[in-house]
């Protein structure tokens, strides 16, 4: 009886012409799907929660507007509180000139559509936002939209 030997089989090797394909269809996936933040927030804050949201709908003309606490650790007293419009960091006193310099950069047409997106930490006392507002309507800002996380209802 003849001994039958088999050969050994090699590994086919991986094809990868498909691989930079593949590269580049997961990084164009990741650069739409994720946010870009446009401003550098300098204040901390925590959004409150509300039911029945809508959202913004043209953010070409939304100005942001944070209040809360300060980041930095110097300026970090009980009831001390933080003001930012886009990136520039105002006391609350200055805000309507703030603002009112905000405004001018928009053209004679958009000025009337900008929206103030207020952005206030959930413990910010109502006094403050209420100063704010003075302080946007004496700028010239009427349109105020509030920010708010949705409300998880306990099922």
């Known amino acids: 009886m003849a001994i039958i030997r088999r050969k050994p089989h090699e590994m086919p090797a991986l094809n990868t012409s498909s691989l930079p394909d593949l590269i580049f269809t997961v990084l164009f996936f990741f650069m739409i799907v994720t946010h870009m ?83 206030a930490d959930a413990s910010t006392p109502m006094s403050v936002i209420n100063e704010a507002k003075l302080a946007l309507r004496k700028a010239g800002a009427l349109k105020v939209s509030y920010s708010a996380q949705e409300r998880k209802t306990a099922e």
């Open 37 to 119: 933040r446009k401003h550098e927030v300098k204040v901390s804050y925590q959004v409150p929660q509300g039911k029945e949201l809508t959202s913004v709908g043209n953010k070409r003309n939304v100005v942001d507007l944070y209040i809360g606490r300060p980041l930095n650790t110097a300026e970090r007293e009980e009831g001390t509180v933080a003001v930012q419009v886009d990136d520039k960091e105002v006391a609350l006193g200055e805000l309507s000139s703030a603002m009112a310099e905000r405004m001018a950069e928009f053209s004679e047409i958009d000025r009337d559509q900008v929206i103030v997106s207020l952005k």
